[in-house]
C-alpha cells in the first residue's frame, strides 16, 4: 500500500496546512520529528512512505504515502510528482518543510511553483559535503539549516543554529 490512495489520516482531513512536512522514512524522519517543537502548534500534514517507524512516530498525525523506493526509480518520481501536484494543490501550505531525501524533491519544487516557502534542514549525517536532495532543493529554498558549522563552508548561504538533537537549537533564534 503506497502513493495518494493510502493515505491515512489522524483526527480531522485538513483542507489547507500552514505546513507540509515531507521526508523519507528512517533517519530523516527522526531528524524532522526532533523539530517539532517549531510546528507543533500550527495545521500541518505529512508525507513519507507507508513504512511501521512512520506510522508509529506519526500516530494521529495526517500523512500522505509516497511511492517508494525513490533512488534511481524514474516511475515512482513521476507518481511522486503527480502526487505532489494533488497534494500541494489541495493543501496549499505556506511552508514545505524537509530533511530530504528524494521524496522531498519533487514536492519542494511544486510547492514552490505555487508559491510556498521551502526550508531545507541537511542531514546530521552530511559535514564535509551535501546531499544530492539538498542540491537539487536549494535553488529553491528560501532557507537551508546545516547541522554542522563545518558544512556552512561548502553550502554558501546555508544557515547553522545547531543540530536537531542538540538543546542548543531549541534555545537559538533564527
Known amino acids: 500500500m503506497s502513493g495518494a490512495d493510502a493515505t491515512r489520516r489522524g483526527g480531522h482531513v485538513p483542507s489547507r496546512v500552514r505546513v507540509l512536512l515531507v521526508c523519507s522514512s528512517g533517519g530523516h524522519l527522526l531528524q524532522l520529528h526532533a523539530l517539532r517543537d517549531a510546528w507543533s502548534e500550527t495545521s500541518r500534514a505529512w508525507v513519507s512512505f507507508d513504512k511501521s517507524d512512520v506510522r508509529s512516530l506519526l500516530a494521529g498525525e495526517h500523512v500522505v504515502f509516497a511511492f517508494g523506493p525513490t533512488n534511481r526509480h524514474v516511475g515512482n518520481l513521476l507518481r511522486n510528482v503527480v502526487l505532489a ?3 500541494v494543490t489541495r493543501l496549499r501550505p ?3 518543510v524537509t530533511t530530504g531525501a528524494g521524496v522531498a524533491v519533487p514536492f519542494a519544487w511544486i510547492a514552490y511553483l505555487l508559491g510556498a516557502k521551502v526550508v531545507y534542514v541537511e542531514s546530521l549525517t ?5 546531499s544530492l536532495s539538498c542540491r537539487l532543493i536549494r535553488p529553491v529554498a528560501s532557507r537551508v539549516y546545516v ?3 563545518e558544512t556552512t563552508k561548502v553550502l554558501r548561504g ?3 543554529v545547531g543540530n ?4 542548543d537549537l ?5
Do not use: E, G
Open 170 to 174: 531549541l534555545r537559538t533564534p533564527t
Open 126 to 130: 552530511r559535514i564535509d559535503d551535501v
Open 85 to 87: 501536484i494533488r497534494v
Open 164 to 167: 536537531v538533537f542538540s538543546d
Open 147 to 149: 547541522q554542522w558549522p
Open 158 to 160: 546555508s544557515r547553522f
Open 94 to 96: 505556506r511552508v514545505l
